[in-house]
């Protein structure tokens, strides 16, 4: 976009304490309370021109809801303890892991602040549901922790990779993440030690022999993604009997991209 060599902020609201957030987001003046010896600038105004990211949106207390609402809406704000009107340019970007629409029903979240960012609605599917994801994220994160870490030639074997591709993942790329970590970090001889995977099989993905690699040929990284892919493409228009609308929503795929998917594996329309 036009602002990609412009400022790029993000703020993490659940590790702020409520009482700072507001002086976090809009800056405060000098002595506007205890401990404001000099005036700071706040994230809208650093993002100023490019992006602010604020994620866990859903953290946010109730009074700075209410203010964030007020910088959408009239695109300007007062620092803590000013008075002076500043006008920010930016395009704002919110992230959450709940459900934001009924944290509005419970009167968590307000209704006008969710409608004012649901402009673009993007659903980033867990790692449950989009396994084929699985072995290219590994093996990147893989190769990631070896340079850190000082290690080399370790690779996921075959067994390894079902057994990732079988977990159900309740904590996202997080948890994967340092699961992979662990395994480089004690693994030793250059080799992975499958027995340091022991995490205890969660969600519906740790019985479904569908979306294992066990059965599936080897050969290359792609040979191997490529048979997921197809196997969970499979699996998914026979559990909704073709219906390839239920099947993107389910994958996360756009129905253009699961018709490009069927086509490219030969599955045809009513696999």
Sequence with gaps: SRRQNKPFISVNCAAIPENLLESELF?????AFTGAV??????FEEASGGTL???EISEVAPHVQAKLLRVLQERSFERVGGTR???VDLRL???TNRDLERDVREGRFREDLFYRLATVSLRVPPLRERPMDLPLLADTLLKRYQQELGKTGMNLTPGLLARLVAHGWPGNVRELQNQL???VALSEDGTLQDALFTPRPQGALAASPEHTLAALPGGTLQDRV????????RDAMLRHAGNKSRVARELGLSRVGLRAKLTRYGLGDTE
Aim: charged share 30%; proline share 0%; aromatic share 0%.
């Design 27 to 31: 800056g405060h003046e000098k002595g």
């Design 38 to 43: 000099a005036r700071r600038i706040g994230k």
């Design 53 to 55: 990211l604020l994620d």
């Design 85 to 87: 009107k500043i006008s």
């Design 93 to 95: 970007v919110a992230a």
């Design 181 to 183: 970590i662990r395994l």
């Design 226 to 233: 490529d048979a997921l892919e197809t196997a969970t493409l």
